[in-house]
């Protein structure tokens, strides 16, 4: 089953609304997610790394003030899309370490993806 | 040169046949490399991971890594029309902070035809 669960799936919305999508480890504690945007027949490239009790960790190009990150919890993580425009569509994934493998080289489990529609 | 190289297919076999997949890659300080299957609309799904040269095999799967070529390969035996999908390779490197960061390749479409 899931281990990263991702919500909601899938948002249409009109331009100009803020869009929050919610990253949970189901079953483990995480205290570093990362937040992935894929677009189509592209592969994913990391926008930010999100940090239990920190401030997130963004790719260059990234804006912050545009893709807000909270991590509230050791479960939790959420992307924030601010004032949503049209080019801000695309297929938003989080992911989270997995657990079994020692020290930080661990392989990423990752959510099922929110696709966003902005209108 | 992109630190990660795959040829993004698409890649059509019949049903039974040996699938091949194949990534290159520039970076020495990649130290794990995965492959994950990606169905439409969905998020990748964790298939193989190692961090040596050598083969490891799961089922049907089988990865391999040579470090001195760096050059990887998933082989699918038996290849089933549920294996249809895109297969994306991974490798990370040690980015500080007790953190490894993810590169992908593009992916590479599947489709087994039945």
């Known amino acids: 089953g899931a281990v990263v669960s991702q919500h909601p799936s899938w948002v249409i919305c009109k331009s100009g609304t803020s869009v929050k999508i919610e990253c949970r480890s189901l079953?483990?504690?995480?205290?570093?997610m990362f937040w992935y945007r894929q677009f189509p027949k592209q592969s994913l490239m990391l926008m930010a790394t999100?940090?239990?009790?920190?401030?997130?960790?963004?790719e260059q190009g990234v804006e912050k003030d545009k893709f807000l990150i909270n991590h509230a919890s050791l479960t939790l993580s959420t992307l924030t899309v601010t004032s949503a425009h049209p080019e801000d569509s695309s297929f938003y994934i989080c992911?989270?370490?997995?657990?079994?493998?020692?020290?930080?080289?661990?392989?990423?489990?990752f959510g099922d993806g929110t696709r966003l529609s902005i209108l | 040169q992109k630190e990660v190289e795959q040829d993004p297919g698409p890649l059509s076999v019949p049903e039974g046949a040996i699938v091949s997949l194949n990534c290159t890659y520039s970076?020495?300080?990649?130290?794990?490399f995965m492959w994950y299957r990606q169905y439409s609309r969905k998020g990748p799904e964790l298939l193989m991971y190692?961090?040596?040269?050598g083969n490891k095999e799961d089922g049907r799967f089988t990865a391999q890594v040579d470090k001195s070529s760096k050059y990887i390969s998933l082989f699918i035996r038996d290849s089933q029309p549920s294996d249809s999908a895109t297969y994306l390779c991974?490798?990370?490197?040690?980015?500080?902070?007790?953190?490894?960061?993810?590169?992908f390749g593009k992916g590479t479409k599947l489709s087994v035809i039945p």
């Open positions: 992911s989270a370490p997995a657990r079994g493998v020692g020290g930080g080289n661990q392989p990423q489990h």
């Open positions: 079953d483990f504690q995480a205290t570093t």
């Open positions: 999100s940090n239990e009790g920190s401030k997130a960790t963004y």
């Open positions: 970076n020495s300080a990649f130290q794990y």
């Open positions: 190692t961090y040596s040269s």
């Open positions: 991974a490798m990370s490197a040690y980015s500080g902070a007790g953190s490894y960061q993810l590169t």
